[in-house]
T-cell receptor
Framework: AQTVTQSQPEMSVQEAETVTLSCTYD???????LFWYKQPPSRQMILVIR??????QNATENRFSVNFQKAAKSFSLKISDSQLGDTAMYFC??????????FGEGTQLTVNP | NAGVTQTPKFRVLKTGQSMTLLCAQD?????MYWYRQDPGMGLRLIHY???????AKGEVPDGYNVSRLKKQNFLLGLESAAPSQTSVYFC???????????FGPGTRLTVT
């Protein structure tokens, strides 16, 4: 069975600073996809970034980037120049066969002014 | 376009009562999913569907049933609600494959 682990239940960062959220996963597959989703207080789930396992290059979306370490099965999210609107619950997820997602427990990020 | 909608947004049930949650999408997606979200446990897949008329079990299917009679709708039923089913329920859709899933706004269900 696939497992995704986020070991940081809560984190905080000052506005404009950089923060990194950790995620590890376990899979026997060689080709797969990893995602970070954001859930602000509105409860709406929003895709932040996606990484394809066969691509060496780390994915980047504006202020959001990942550090993908395939051998270590690690997939961390870096948020640069943090903004108040980044305050949210962040979920790491892995795509399993049939396009189903396995989610981690979530990390509650608070950006302080 | 509304995207993915869920009805109702909130509901309180007594133990043993039944109810149906409706998910509707206007994105013409084949795949639809039902998740539940509980504190400290992330989202867990209850049931999913890969097309009209098909359903399959996810990680936590016990106590729930689903139907996909029309491509745009995916229903989640609780036949006899239990307090352990108190949760926030999310519906999601996608094209099938490693693509972005589009989520509904969620339904907060409390079973007393």
């Amino acid at each position: 069975a696939q497992t995704v682990t986020q070991s940081q239940p809560e984190m905080s960062v000052q506005e404009a600073e950089t923060v990194t959220l950790s995620c590890t996963y376990d899979t026997s597959e060689n080709n797969y996809y990893l995602f970070w989703y954001k859930q602000p207080p509105s409860r709406q789930m929003i895709l932040v970034i996606r990484q394809e396992a066969y691509k060496q290059q780390n994915a980047t979306e504006n202020r959001f980037s990942v550090n993908f370490q395939k051998a270590a099965k690690s997939f961390s999210l870096k948020i640069s120049d943090s903004q108040l609107g980044d305050t949210a619950m962040y979920f790491c997820a892995q795509e399993t066969s049939g396009s189903r997602l396995t989610f981690g427990e979530g990390t509650q990020l608070t950006v302080n002014p | 376009n509304a995207g993915v909608t869920q009805t109702p947004k909130f509901r309180v049930l007594k133990t043993g009562q039944s109810m149906t949650l409706l998910c509707a999408q206007d994105m013409n997606h084949e795949y639809m999913y039902w998740y539940r979200q509980d504190p400290g446990m992330g989202l867990r897949l209850i049931h999913y569907s890969v097309g009209e008329g098909t359903t399959a079990k996810g990680e936590v299917p016990d106590g729930y049933n689903v139907s996909r009679l029309k491509k745009q709708n995916f229903l989640l039923g609780l036949e006899s609600a239990a307090p352990s089913q108190t949760s926030v329920y999310f519906c999601a859709t996608d094209l099938g494959g490693p693509y972005e899933q589009y989520f509904g706004p969620g339904t907060r269900l409390t079973v007393t």
